[in-house]
């Protein structure tokens, strides 16, 4: 536009040129030419004869083309159509025989396909300064004018964390590329489409659509489209997880005073048998895995991070054998207690336990006789023996009311 208006500027003007070495320029400079008055031309004096004033001055008219007085307004358009306010939401439209909302759209859907060609144009030059800041940075560190760079980014969690870059990261060479398939942005109406019809492929059962709801920045993505305001489920355990996780990485590991008196490590924070394990889990193994380069780059933060992660399993085990046991004392504790044994029944048993008192005896004495009157033969000692430990039990159980 700039271009426009200078070239309109100068085109309604036109161009004047003068021979400085007849008209004496600086004496002309500043003076106005007022209309209805005679303006002395001064001329240099130099001894050449004066010539007529064609001769020394000239003006050039410039032309310019018609077609580009319909910039402005496609510039407008284009703007229209970038911030999401086309004049159709105004109930204008772009021509005045044009009423039907139908056409009122097809007009919009056309502005956007001849807007295609500028936002790849756009495309292509962010992923040009991209890679030029990239080269620009690895000469500077190359010549040691920068040796890293941090960054202070806040995490989910509401934590900050640092985000360096050396030198040795910086090797090698690197290229951004336009993506072909980047075409205009996405409406609001378009993304609520979406996931309106991801949405309809989860509750169907669909694979790839449970996985994708899998995913918390996705969950995020889909309430924050179609319920501005609402709160992920789960959210307070991811939010607590992922604290402990930049705990884990700003603090490292912890002295501790070990059972027998040496010195050990420890992690800073442990899980709580109140996590949500299933969530707890999920957040830690993301993490390990979107930062897969700690292995080598902080082996110890790495090795952290995994102790973490075998706590959560332990203690979600502990915790599920903790639930089982209550589970069975309360089980245990709901069933009626056993009924009382007939006082008839005792009596009965009692008078039949000491009718039987001497054949216990007598099977006592056959149990306690000697291996050797018996010739080493055992069977009649076992036999009894037997006999008294069965006749024992079953006693017990009648006397306790059973059967």
Request: glycine share 8%; net charge negative; with cysteine.
């Amino acid at each position: 536009m700039w271009i426009l208006d200078d070239w309109a500027a100068r085109a309604s003007t036109g161009h004047n040129f003068v021979d400085g070495g007849r008209v004496d320029t600086e004496k002309m400079s500043g003076k106005q030419l007022v209309p209805g008055t005679l303006t002395a031309l001064p001329r240099r004096v130099n001894g050449e004869a004066w010539l007529s004033i064609q001769d020394v001055m000239a003006h050039f008219d410039m032309p310019i083309n018609p077609a580009l007085w319909g910039y402005p307004q496609m510039l407008m358009t284009f703007c229209e159509l970038i911030i999401g306010i086309p004049r159709q939401i105004a109930g204008q439209g772009t021509q005045h025989d044009v009423d039907t909302l139908g056409g009122q759209q097809l007009m919009i859907d056309r502005a956007q396909t001849t807007l295609k060609p500028y936002f790849k144009g756009a495309g292509y030059e962010h992923a040009t300064a991209s890679q030029n800041a990239i080269e620009c940075l690895q000469a500077l560190m190359k010549t040691g004018a920068i040796s890293e760079i941090r960054e202070v980014v806040e995490t989910n969690g509401g934590a900050f964390q640092n985000n360096e870059v050396k030198w040795n990261e910086m090797q090698g060479n690197v290229e951004f590329a336009y993506d072909e398939d980047q075409e205009l942005p996405v409406s609001p109406e378009d993304l609520r489409t979406s996931i309106t019809a991801m949405w309809e492929a989860f509750t169907q059962g669909n694979a790839a659509a449970i996985e994708w709801f899998g995913i918390p920045e996705n969950q995020d993505l889909a309430l924050n489209t179609m319920l501005p305001g609402s709160v992920v489920p789960d959210e307070a355990q991811r939010l607590k997880t992922e604290a402990d996780i930049q705990t884990i990485c700003d603090e490292g590991p912890q002295v501790k005073m070990n059972r027998d008196g040496s010195i050990g490590s420890d992690l800073p924070v442990h899980p709580s048998k109140a996590e949500n394990f299933v969530v707890a889990k999920q957040v830690v193994q993301r993490y390990i895995l979107k930062n897969f380069q700690l292995r080598t780059d902080e082996p110890t933060t790495w090795i952290l991070l995994h102790s973490y992660w075998e706590e959560l399993k332990d203690m979600e085990t502990q915790v599920a054998a903790d639930q089982s046991n209550r589970q069975m004392q309360v089980t245990k504790a709901g069933q009626p207690p056993p009924p009382p044994p007939d006082p008839q029944m005792q009596a009965e048993m009692t008078a039949l336990l000491q009718a039987a008192g001497p054949a216990i005896i007598q099977l006592a004495k056959i149990m306690q006789t000697d291996p050797m009157l018996t010739k080493g033969n055992l069977k009649d000692q076992v036999s009894a023996a037997k006999t008294i430990v069965d006749t024992t039990v079953d006693a017990g159980k009648l006397m306790a009311g059973g059967k």
